[in-house]
């Protein structure tokens, strides 16, 4: 082992006061009907992916624990959002834009009273820099804000009637029913308030179970979510999935389901629900998003977004780089200056100053990245990086793995973490038939500045992919932009504004345009007779 793992994880005394975790966090409460119930029976561990060292040992940190809670429970919670939703005539589903939006408000406020204590748990449960767990936060309280912006202007748009071949309309957008949200642990806050905010604000009543790790920072917002919306309106479970979820879809009442995860995980959970045809989804699911690096391509940038694209987080984010395909006029260079990149890149703990790689969450997952990397060494690649592939305990360092062929698993398997596989390449079909054939279909990321030939992978990739990358890495954001992918990728839609559309249905009273009819109208109108039918324009 180098001195540099030797020196990643700190002693207790070395954690800085503010960080500090002291005492063990036992969580017992959780959501339903408006009611913070507490929990009395088994309670799951929640093991950081911190280590302490103790003299010549190490000691992973326990930092406290969450309830196990049973079917019993999840649907309690069910019942409870049933009823809220109430087929469409419980409060929360009738009530005005106007007055959704202010509950949403009122809980962004009580949101960021808390910003410091899930900051702080974002960087123990899971590992993330202090500087990406406050851009986390902030980001999605950011996107609340764009989300009610959003939402103001759909409904100014609504607020007309339309006249179309001697019919006039009134068309607005109305809830599905029941949404069941589960977020990814690696964007544990951001990713899982993506959804379940845009189902929340257009009418849907929710059960939200958090991520499988990432799950202590929700408790600081429990009486946020208790206080801000009516009862029934948001739940909150925890436990095993296999337990709790599975009983929630096998029920048939969930109308939505929004879930980020593996493909496999969704495909297993939608099964269970017993009228398919009247599910929703919306999902956000495995990628394997490929760089393409042209003979021509700008050498320092191109490094420089493979990097950030491979390595931010430790390449634990779906939209990540996870495999490279360099041409071979170039690929030797290439790999000089992306290993000279890697040097520069600190290891160390989430609070530490400038760190950029940090320990991994997941349990096994070091034991997973070193079979990987075996296996491709079987197939005649090796690990061409100083440290490369070595580990202690949670933490794996960043492992280029070269040159890497159709043969070896990391060719194919998502790898969710820091293993770079390179893939030389003569002539650009060869980089085309990966993205053809993969199972995946999120992005793609093209480095070169021959314009003909850009546009020729361009074109063979719009049919493939929900998004394709010039001179630039992978990634989500801006979050006006629409987010998804094809194949076993995603399955939806998802910006600020695609959100509120997917967890919404279009609906619209119409009527012949006679004398009497308008007349009708206009009195439902004029005298708000109606809570749909209404051209009110929020400011």
């Not at 780089?321 to 260079?333: F, G, R, S």
Request: hydrophobic letters at 40%; glycine letters at 6%; one cysteine or more.
């Amino acid at each position: 082992m180098s001195q540099t793992l030797a020196n990643v994880f700190p002693t207790e005394s070395n954690i800085p006061e503010q960080f500090r975790i002291s005492q063990s966090i036992e969580q017992r409460e959780y959501l339903i009907n408006g009611e913070l119930k507490i929990w009395t029976g088994s309670q799951n561990p929640v093991l950081s992916p911190v280590f302490v060292k103790e003299g010549d040992a190490y000691k992973q940190k326990i930092i406290g624990s969450t309830p196990l809670l049973t079917s019993k429970e999840s649907l309690e919670a069910l019942d409870a959002a049933v009823k809220a939703y109430d087929m469409g005539h419980g409060l929360w589903p009738t009530l005005s834009v106007t007055s959704r939006i202010e509950h949403v408000e009122k809980f962004l406020t009580a949101m960021k009273a808390k910003r410091a204590e899930v900051v702080k748990l974002l960087m123990w449960e899971i590992g993330k820099t202090l500087k990406d767990s406050e851009k986390e936060f902030d980001r999605t309280c950011d996107y609340l804000v764009d989300t009610i912006k959003a939402l103001k202007d759909l409904d100014r748009n609504s607020a007309k009637l339309v006249e179309e071949q001697g019919f006039m309309a009134q068309i607005r957008r109305v809830p599905f029913g029941v949404a069941l949200c589960m977020g990814p642990y690696n964007y544990p806050l951001n990713e899982t308030f993506t959804t379940l905010f845009p189902a929340l604000i257009m009418g849907n009543t929710v059960v939200f179970k958090p991520a499988k790790y990432g799950v202590l920072l929700i408790k600081p917002l429990l009486e946020a979510f208790r206080d801000s919306f009516p009862a029934g309106v948001i739940n909150i479970i925890y436990g095993k999935g296999r337990e709790t979820v599975g009983a929630l879809m096998e029920s048939g009442k969930i109308d939505v389901f929004a879930f980020i995860g593996t493909n496999r995980g969704a495909n297993d959970l939608k099964k269970l629900h017993p009228k398919p045809h009247r599910l929703k989804s919306i999902l956000g699911l495995d990628a394997k998003n490929p760089a393409i690096v042209l003979p021509d391509a700008d050498l320092d940038n191109a490094v420089a977004e493979c990097i950030t694209g491979s390595l931010s987080f430790n390449g634990q984010r779906c939209t990540a780089l996870k495999i490279l395909y360099v041409h071979k006029d170039i690929v030797k260079p290439f790999i000089e200056k992306f290993k000279a990149e890697i040097k520069k890149l600190k290891p160390g703990m989430p609070w530490d100053a400038g760190v950029g790689l940090t320990p991994l969450p997941e349990p096994g997952k070091v034991e997973f990245l070193r079979d990987l990397v075996e296996d491709a060494k079987k197939y005649g690649a090796e690990v061409v990086n100083e440290n490369g592939g070595e580990y202690l305990n949670s933490f794996y360092y960043p492992a280029v793995v070269y040159p890497v062929n159709d043969k070896m698993k990391l060719y194919y398997e998502e790898q969710f973490g820091p293993v770079i596989p390179i893939v030389p390449f003569d002539n650009d079909d060869e980089a085309i038939r990966y993205v053809v054939n993969s199972n995946f279909g999120q992005q793609v990321s093209i480095f070169g500045t021959d314009s003909k030939r850009v546009a020729r992978l361009m074109d063979a990739f719009v049919n493939q992919v929900g998004r394709i990358n010039l001179n630039t890495q992978s990634q989500r954001g801006p979050d006006t932009f629409p987010f998804n992918g094809r194949k076993d990728s995603a399955e939806g839609t998802l910006s600020v504004a695609d959100a509120l559309r997917v967890f919404s249905i279009r609906t619209l009273v119409a009527t012949k345009t006679t004398e009497n009819n308008k007349q009708i109208m206009t009195s439902i109108i004029r005298n708000r007779e109606s809570a749909f039918l209404s051209t009110d324009y929020i400011l």
